[in-house]
């Protein structure tokens, strides 16, 4: 069934203002992405120098890890607004590997904390292989990118 003439023009309009809102909320995300980098590199440094401070050698490792793989998550968080700007869509694998950073830290935070049972490290470590395995398949069945002429 197709929209009227007037129906259509009208429902083209609504599309229009509605993604040209998304995409000034995806610029202002932009924005608070890279705020919050800033951010968490200036807690990690801070983390770094009070661990140091103190002798605690194992805590300053444990912390510029989790610090670090935090920072790397937003960082693809930012990288999937990007394509989704550029290209108009997101790659599955971006997703994946966004998840998937978010589980290594969870098993990182497993490793160093004391009272973490093995069975819940068993099943990060599963949800991290099966989130390989899907990202393996999302890059090997992936369509093709939109192709660039040369000159662009």
């Not at 929209?3 to 509605?18: A, C, D, E, Y």
């Not at 510029?64 to 694998?93: F, K, N, P």
Request: aromatic residues 6%; contains cysteine; hydrophobic residues 50%.
């Amino acid at each position: 069934m197709q929209l009227p003439t007037k129906s259509r023009g009208f429902h083209q309009k609504i599309v229009l203002i509605v993604s040209e809102i998304i995409n000034a909320l995806l610029y202002c995300l932009l924005v608070v992405g890279v705020a919050a980098i800033g951010v968490g590199i200036y807690l990690a440094g801070e983390h770094l120098f009070d661990n140091f401070k103190n002798h605690n050698s194992g805590e300053l490792l444990e912390t510029v890890i989790i610090d670090m793989i935090v920072v790397l998550a937003v960082v693809e968080v930012i990288r999937g607004i990007l394509s989704y700007l550029d290209q108009g869509r997101v790659r599955v694998s971006l997703i994946i590997e966004v998840v998937l950073i978010v589980t290594l830290n969870e098993i990182i935070r497993g490793w160093f904390e004391e009272g973490s049972s093995q069975t819940d490290s068993l099943y990060l470590i599963v949800v991290a292989a099966v989130l390989l395995v899907m990202r393996v398949l999302a890059l090997r069945f992936s369509p093709p990118g939109p192709s660039k002429k040369k000159g662009d």
